[in-house]
């Protein structure tokens, strides 16, 4: 019985870690060139569907913050491709 209540209680554990979150950046995270290609990738993917890619320069890190936070659900992005995405963009914004 102890068993079971205990893969209940690691179960829920693992649906609520897993469940859908909100997409929240908030600054930047990763710098490797590994996860700065793979955010470009995204980007260039997964952003030019409603409308023509955005010039990373149209925005200021602070500005990239909030228009990824309304883009990134509308792209379907995880959190981790939210954040890799906005590390990308911030990178080559060059402000
Ligand atoms: C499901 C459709 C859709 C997808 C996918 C999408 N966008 Fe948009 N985007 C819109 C619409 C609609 C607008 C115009 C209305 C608005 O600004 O909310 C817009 C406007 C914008 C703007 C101009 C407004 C501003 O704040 O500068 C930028 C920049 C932008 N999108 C970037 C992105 C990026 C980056 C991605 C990929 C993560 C993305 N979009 C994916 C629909 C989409």
Known sequence: MKKVVFSFVLGSVFLVSCGPKSTAVTGP????????????????NSCNRCH????????????WIKT??????????????????????????KK
Request: hydrophobic share 30%; aromatic share 8%.
């Open 52 to 63: 023509k890619l955005p010039d990373p320069a149209k925005h200021d890190n602070q500005g």
């Open 29 to 44: 995270k990763y710098t490797s060139s590994e996860q700065l290609a793979q955010g470009k990738t995204v980007f260039e």
């Open 68 to 93: 990824l936070s309304r883009m990134a659900p509308k792209a379907k992005l995880n959190t981790d491709q939210h954040q890799m995405v906005y590390d990308y963009l911030i990178s080559v914004n």
